[in-house]
């Protein structure tokens, strides 16, 4: 069974506090990806990776950088936590093709005091 | 720039249809696609559409696009209470780039 697995559910930090949420795919995906999901706004993708070490800037990159250094895993930091980053934070994988499906984690939900 | 919109909610009965609909910008999308969110997890591929068909059968589900319109629905027969949850349509405007649009999402709420 595909799965992507976001190491933590839920998170409390202080605002000013460096953030590291974690993502793991067993696919052998190319593709990875970071999304916030809040209500109202549907998924927002802040950063995505096609391949090891490679990174692009999605719609909502600020305050947030990425690291992939290993094909399986793709981590999203926050430098300095902001209550403005409290949110649902979604990571996915795909594989190059036509039709690119995507394979979501179940999410780290990140509350910033 | 892009924008793909949906209503936020939608209530039907258990045994009804439920129709969701979105409406998107983009003109040259190869693909449309339906994800399904259920309480508490990430979110799940239920169909997608090629730009070239009008309609899309799957069981229960029946996808229909209207290109001239920019308009894609999503019917789901037979509702049943596990079919509650957030449905999203997604829109990649520009084929290759894994630059998804999502929707607001429609919350679903099946009434037994």
């Not at chain 1, 290993?70 to 039709?99: H, P, V, W």
């Not at chain 2, 990430?42 to 070239?52: A, M, R, V």
Request: charged letters at 25%; aromatic letters at 12%.
């Amino acid at each position: 069974d595909v799965k992507v697995t976001q190491s933590s559910r839920y998170l409390v930090k202080r605002t000013g506090e460096k953030v590291f949420l974690e993502c793991v795919q067993d696919m052998d995906h190319e593709n990875m990806f970071w999304y916030r999901q809040d209500p109202g706004l549907g998924l927002r993708l802040i950063y995505f990776s096609y391949d090891v070490k490679m990174k692009e800037k999605g719609d909502i990159p600020e305050g947030y950088s990425v690291s992939r250094e290993k094909k399986e895993r793709f981590s999203l930091i926050l430098e300095s936590a902001s209550t403005n980053q409290t949110s649902m934070y979604l990571c996915a994988s795909s594989t190059r093709g036509l039709a690119g499906e995507l394979f979501f984690g179940e999410g780290s939900r990140l509350t910033v005091l | 720039g892009e924008d793909v919109e949906q209503s936020l909610f939608l209530s039907v009965r258990e045994g009804d249809s439920s129709v969701i609909n979105c409406t998107y910008t983009d003109s040259s999308s190869t693909y449309l696609y339906w994800y399904k969110q259920e309480p508490g997890a990430g979110l799940q591929l239920l169909t997608y559409i090629f730009s070239n068909m009008d309609m899309k059968q799957d069981q229960r589900l029946t996808v229909l696009l209207n290109k001239k319109d920019k308009h894609l629905s999503l019917r789901i027969a037979d509702t049943q209470t596990g079919d509650s949850a957030i449905y999203f349509c997604a829109d990649e405007p520009t084929s290759g780039t894994y630059k998804y649009i999502f929707g607001t999402g429609t919350r679903l709420k099946v009434l037994a």
